[in-house]
């Protein structure tokens, strides 16, 4: 287990803490509280937490230009304006299915967006994987449980995604021009007889995949042959997701939740549900803008 410096960045409290995202050209951190709805924002030189509530569950937010974001919700892609935070439908998603929501989300460097659902009770094999580009939507991957792990590297070339479910954090290669899959996925890191659960992921300029595992207590590095390289100690029991941040994209950021734990479990992990900074040495890269036209 490595040791790193782990330190608090926000201590709100989020009951689902998900889909980091760090925006260089304001040196924010977004990221959701995705049952409750909020999406929330600082800046990583300090300052007060902005919490913005959206009306409905939302979970991923990318970068359309400088006055507009991208943002996955239960009923799909809004476009939401950074100066008033008005949100507007652009591509629905499964609005017609109250039952599921949005989870794990992520940009291709072509601009693509890979959207994942998932039954709001994690309903087995109720959710999907999408792929957004220019206003097309097409479904990629069906009956999924909880769609999680979606990161690309950066030639575009290559794809990850995970049903957490499965233990199974899947490869396959990708179209650099257009984000979508080339071939057959195949096991990238079998993770069932590991504790915890594969959770989201961001993937460096070197290939390595740092993933959250939920349960786990731990941040895990895994080199581009899939071995594990390197394990960061978590002071929560369920970190969800990393995102790369800092003006070099040198540091990570862990958000966290506390969702399914009972009030004495929550005693015994005081900071479920906090975002923290790991302050370790890492080839980050920053999140391409999504295109929606």
């Given at each position: 287990?490595?040791?790193a410096?782990?330190?608090?960045?926000?201590?709100h409290?989020?009951?689902?803490?998900?889909?980091?995202?760090?925006?260089?050209a304001t040196?924010?951190?977004?990221?959701?509280?995705?049952?409750?709805?909020?999406?929330?924002?600082?800046?990583?030189?300090?300052?007060?937490?902005?919490?913005?509530?959206?009306?409905?569950?939302?979970?991923?937010?990318?970068?359309?230009?400088d006055?507009?974001?991208?943002?996955?919700?239960?009923?799909?892609?809004?476009?939401?304006?950074?100066?008033?935070?008005?949100?507007?439908?652009?591509?629905?998603i499964?609005?017609?299915?109250?039952?599921?929501?949005?989870?794990d989300?992520?940009?291709h460097?072509?601009?693509?967006?890979?959207?994942?659902?998932?039954?709001?009770?994690?309903a087995?094999?109720?959710?999907?994987?999408?792929?957004?580009?220019?206003?097309e939507l097409?479904?990629?991957?069906?009956?999924?449980?909880?769609?999680?792990?979606?990161?690309?590297?950066?030639?575009?070339?290559?794809?990850?995604?995970?049903?957490?479910?499965t233990?199974?954090?899947?490869?396959?290669?990708?179209?650099?021009?257009?984000?979508?899959?080339?071939?057959?996925?195949?096991?990238?890191?079998?993770?069932?007889?590991?504790?915890?659960?594969?959770?989201?992921?961001?993937?460096?300029?070197?290939?390595?995949?740092?993933?959250?595992?939920?349960?786990?207590?731990?941040?895990?590095?895994?080199?581009?042959?899939?071995?594990?390289?390197?394990?960061?100690?978590?002071?929560?029991?369920?970190?969800?997701?990393?995102?790369?941040?800092?003006?070099?994209?040198?540091?990570?950021?862990?958000?966290?939740?506390?969702s399914?734990?009972?009030e004495?479990?929550?005693?015994?992990?005081?900071?479920?549900?906090?975002?923290?900074?790991?302050?370790?040495?890492?080839?980050?890269?920053?999140?391409?803008?999504?295109?929606?036209?």
């Amino acid at each position: 287990m490595s040791e790193a410096i782990v330190s608090v960045f926000s201590d709100h409290v989020c009951q689902l803490g998900e889909g980091p995202s760090y925006d260089p050209a304001t040196d924010t951190l977004y990221w959701f509280d995705i049952v409750n709805g909020q999406l929330l924002e600082k800046r990583l030189s300090g300052g007060a937490v902005k919490i913005h509530e959206l009306g409905q569950m939302a979970s991923a937010i990318a970068v359309v230009d400088d006055k507009r974001q991208l943002i996955a919700t239960e009923t799909g892609l809004h476009v939401r304006d950074v100066a008033t935070g008005k949100m507007t439908l652009h591509t629905a998603i499964e609005a017609d299915n109250p039952t599921t929501r949005s989870n794990d989300s992520r940009v291709h460097p072509c601009g693509a967006f890979w959207v994942g659902t998932m039954g709001k009770g994690e309903a087995k094999a109720a959710g999907s994987i999408y792929w957004f580009y220019k206003g097309e939507l097409r479904r990629l991957y069906s009956d999924i449980t909880v769609s999680n792990s979606i990161c690309f590297s950066e030639d575009g070339t290559v794809a990850h995604y995970t049903d957490t479910s499965t233990g199974l954090l899947m490869r396959v290669g990708c179209d650099p021009a257009t984000g979508l899959p080339a071939g057959e996925p195949k096991i990238f890191v079998d993770h069932r007889k590991a504790k915890g659960y594969i959770d989201g992921s961001v993937l460096d300029r070197d290939g390595v995949l740092w993933n959250a595992c939920w349960g786990g207590s731990v941040v895990e590095a895994y080199g581009p042959d899939g071995k594990l390289i390197r394990s960061v100690a978590m002071p929560v029991t369920q970190p969800s997701c990393p995102a790369f941040v800092g003006r070099n994209a040198d540091r990570l950021a862990v958000t966290s939740a506390w969702s399914g734990k009972d009030e004495k479990q929550r005693l015994l992990d005081p900071q479920a549900g906090m975002t923290f900074l790991l302050d370790i040495p890492v080839n980050g890269r920053f999140e391409p803008r999504v295109l929606i036209a």
